[in-house]
C-alpha cells in the first residue's frame, strides 16, 4: 500500500443521494426519543453513553476511595468497622478498575473518534458495539447487586485460598466482572477489524493517527488476555460453589496456580488501561505543541511492543510467592524491557515539545501531569522490578502508590485531557478555558498531596489494607486524606463547568484547536453519517502540524 498522492475527492466516498441540499442534523439531534439513543447503531452516541455510564461508576469508586482515605484519618477506627473496610477498598478496586478504567477511554473516546479518524462511517460491527456496551451494563449491575448484598472483602486481587473460603458475596461479583470481560472483548475485536477493513483510501497503516495505533495495540490485548481472567473468575466461583479443589492444597490443587492465571491477564491489563491514554496524549501532543510528532513509527510500534512483552512479565507480582531465583531473573529483565517501551514513548513526546510552538492549554495542562506521572511511576516500576527491592516493599503502601501514579495517575490525565481536547467536537460547545487550568492544577495537585505520603508510608513499613496502623503513620495519612480531598474538588470543578458547557458554552467550530487531526476534518458535532458531501482527503499525515525537515521557525497558526 503505497500513500495516496492524489489530491482529488476519495472515490467511493459518495454522499447518499438526497443529501446534497438538505439540512444534516448533527448525531446529537438526529432522533430526540430515548429509544433512539438506547437502541443506536452511531458509534457516536454509544460512545456518549459509555462516556455517561463510565462517569458514574468513577463517582462511585471516588466514593469508596473518599471512605477508604476518611477511615484512616486515624490510626484506630474511625467511620467504620473493621469488615466494612475491608469491603470498602475492594470495592474500590473492583468498580475502578473493571468498570472505569478499562472501559472508559476505549469506550467513550474509541467508540467516538477510532471510525471519524479512519474516515469510516461507524465501527465494523454496530450491532456488536451497542451489545458491548449492554455487556458492560449486564455485568456491572450483578456486580452492584453483589456490592449491596453482602460486599466482598479479598482485595481486587481475589487471591485464593482467602477468596474460596470467605463468607462475602464473591460469586456475584466475579460473576459480573466474568460478562464485563465479555464487554471488553467484543469492544476490541470490533476495533481490530474497524482498524483492519475500514480506512479510507488514503490512510494506510503508517498515516493512522497515534491514538489509532494504541487502540489497536490495547485491543490486542483485550482479545487474546482477558479470555485466561474470565476462565480464572469462573474456577473460583467454581471453588466457592463446588469445591472443586483447584487452588485447594487439601484437595490437590495449588493457591499459587491462581496467582499465574490472574496476572497472566492483570498485568496486561494494565496496558488495557494506560495504552489508551498514551494514545490519546501522542494527539495532543502534537496538536498543543503545534509541532509534527517527532519519531512517529517509533511511537506506534512501541505501544505493540508493550503489549507483546506485556505478557511475559507477569511473575513481577509473584517474586515473594516462592518461585525460583532464576524465575525471578528472568522476569525481572523481561519486566524492565516494558521500562524501555515506555521510555521509548516519553523521549519522543518530550522531543515533540522541544522546539514547539506550545499552546499551554487544559489538554497540555494535563499532557504535562501526565509525562511526570509517567516517568515517576514508571521509574518506581523499575525499582519494584529489581526483585530485591520488591521484598520489603512488596504489600506495602509503596506498591498502592506506584499503580496509581502510573496507571491512576496517566489514565486519568488522559481521560480529563481527552475531554477537554475533544468535546467541541462531541458537543459542539466550548468549556471554560480559566476554570479548566484551575481545575487541572488541583487535579494534579491533590493527586501528589494524596500519593506521594503513600510512597512514604510504604518505604516505612506501612503495609496496605490494614484498617488500624501505628501512631507514627498518622501524620502522613492525614496528608493523604487531605490531598484526596483537593483531589475531589477539582473533580467537582470541573463536573461543573462541563455540565456548564453542554448547555451555555460558547458554540464551537469544526476545528477549534487548528488541529491535524482527522476528526477535526468533520463538523462540530459531526452528522449522523460522520460527512456531510465529499469524503474528506487523506493526504496529509495525521500529524503534520510542520515538517521537522524543512521547519526553521516554529509552526504558527
Ligand atoms: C516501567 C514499567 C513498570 C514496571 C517495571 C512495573 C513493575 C511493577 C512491579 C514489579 C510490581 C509488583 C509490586 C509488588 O506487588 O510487589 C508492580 C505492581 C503493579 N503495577 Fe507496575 N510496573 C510498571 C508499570 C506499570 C503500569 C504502566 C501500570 C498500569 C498501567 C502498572 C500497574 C501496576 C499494578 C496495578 C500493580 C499492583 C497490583 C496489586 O498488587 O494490587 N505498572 N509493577
Ligand atoms: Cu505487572
Avoid at 474516515?119 to 453483589?146: C, E, H, Q, T
Avoid at 503545534?290 to 512479565?313: D, E, P, Q
Avoid at 488500624?468 to 498518622?474: D, I
Wanted: glycine share 8%; with cysteine.
Amino acid at each position: 500500500m503505497s500513500p495516496s498522492s492524489s489530491t482529488e475527492a476519495v472515490p467511493g466516498a459518495v454522499p447518499a443521494p438526497d443529501e446534497h441540499h438538505e439540512h444534516h442534523p448533527s448525531y446529537l439531534v438526529d432522533g430526540t426519543t430515548v429509544k433512539s439513543w438506547l437502541l443506536t447503531l452511531d458509534h457516536k452516541r454509544i460512545g456518549v453513553m459509555y462516556l455517561i455510564w463510565v462517569l458514574l461508576f468513577f463517582l462511585i469508586g471516588g466514593t469508596y476511595a473518599l471512605v477508604v482515605r476518611l477511615e484512616l484519618l486515624t490510626p484506630g477506627p474511625t467511620i467504620i468497622d473493621a469488615m466494612t473496610y475491608n469491603r470498602a477498598f475492594t470495592m474500590h478496586g473492583v468498580v475502578m478498575i473493571f468498570l472505569f478504567m478499562i472501559p472508559a477511554i476505549p469506550g467513550a473516546f474509541g467508540n467516538f473518534m477510532l471510525p471519524l479518524m479512519l474516515g469510516a462511517k461507524d465501527v465494523a460491527f454496530p450491532r456488536l458495539n451497542l451489545l458491548s456496551l449492554y455487556l458492560l451494563l449486564i455485568g456491572a449491575m450483578i456486580a452492584i447487586w453483589g456490592m449491596i448484598n453482602g460486599g466482598m472483602d479479598t482485595g481486587w486481587t481475589f487471591y485464593t485460598p482467602y477468596s474460596t473460603h470467605t463468607t462475602t458475596t464473591v460469586a456475584p461479583i466475579l460473576f459480573g466482572a466474568f460478562i464485563i470481560g465479555f464487554s471488553s472483548i467484543a469492544t476490541g475485536l470490533n476495533f481490530i477489524v474497524t482498524t483492519h477493513t475500514m480506512r479510507a483510501p488514503g490512510i494506510t497503516w503508517f498515516k493512522m493517527p497515534l491514538f489509532v495505533w494504541a487502540m489497536y495495540a490495547t485491543a490486542c490485548i483485550q482479545v487474546l488476555a482477558t479470555p485466561v481472567l474470565g476462565l480464572v473468575l469462573l474456577l473460583v466461583v467454581g471453588e466457592q460453589l463446588f469445591h472443586f479443589g483447584i487452588f485447594d492444597p487439601a484437595r490437590g490443587g495449588d493457591p499459587v496456580l491462581f496467582q499465574h492465571l490472574f496476572w497472566f491477564y492483570s498485568h496486561p491489563a494494565v496496558y488495557i488501561m494506560v495504552l489508551p491514554s498514551f494514545g490519546v496524549m501522542s494527539e495532543i501532543v502534537a496538536a498543543f505543541s503545534r509541532k509534527n510528532i517527532f519519531g512517529y513509527r517509533a511511537v506506534a510500534f512501541s505501544s505493540l511492543g508493550i503489549a507483546f512483552v506485556g505478557f511475559f512479565a507477569w511473575g513481577h507480582h509473584m517474586f515473594v510467592s516462592g518461585q525460583s531465583t532464576f524465575n525471578a531473573g528472568v522476569f525481572a529483565v523481561l519486566t524492565m524491557l516494558v521500562g524501555v517501551f515506555t521510555a521509548i514513548k516519553v523521549f519522543n513526546w518530550v522531543g515533540t515539545v522541544y522546539k514547539g510552538a506550545v499552546d499551554f492549554k487544559t489538554p497540555f495542562a494535563y499532557f504535562c501531569g501526565f509525562l511526570y506521572f509517567t516517568v515517576f511511576g514508571g521509574m518506581t516500576g523499575v525499582a519494584f522490578a529489581t526483585a530485591s527491592l520488591d521484598v520489603p516493599w512488596h504489600d506495602t503502601y509503596f506498591v498502592v502508590a506506584h499503580f496509581h501514579f502510573i496507571m491512576v495517575g496517566a489514565t486519568i490525565m488522559a481521560f480529563m485531557a481527552a475531554i477537554h481536547y475533544w468535546f467541541p467536537k462531541m458537543f459542539g460547545r466550548m468549556y471554560h478555558e480559566g476554570w479548566g487550568l484551575v481545575s487541572a492544577a488541583l487535579i494534579i495537585l491533590g493527586f501528589n498531596a494524596t500519593f506521594i505520603p503513600q510512597f512514604l508510608l510504604g518505604n516505612a513499613g506501612m503495609p496496605r489494607r490494614y484498617y488500624e496502623y501505628p501512631e507514627r503513620f498518622q501524620t502522613l495519612n492525614v496528608a493523604s486524606t487531605a490531598g484526596a480531598s483537593l483531589l475531589a474538588l477539582g473533580f467537582i470543578i470541573s463536573a461543573i463547568y462541563l455540565v456548564y458547557a453542554l448547555v451555555y458554552g460558547e458554540k464551537a467550530a469544526s476545528n477549534p484547536w487548528h488541529s491535524k487531526g482527522y476528526e477535526w476534518l468533520t463538523e462540530s458535532p459531526p452528522p449522523t453519517h460522520n460527512f456531510v458531501g465529499p469524503q474528506p482527503i487523506y493526504t496529509e499525515e495525521p500529524h503534520f502540524y510542520v515538517d521537522p525537515e524543512k521547519a526553521e521557525e516554529p509552526y504558527e497558526v
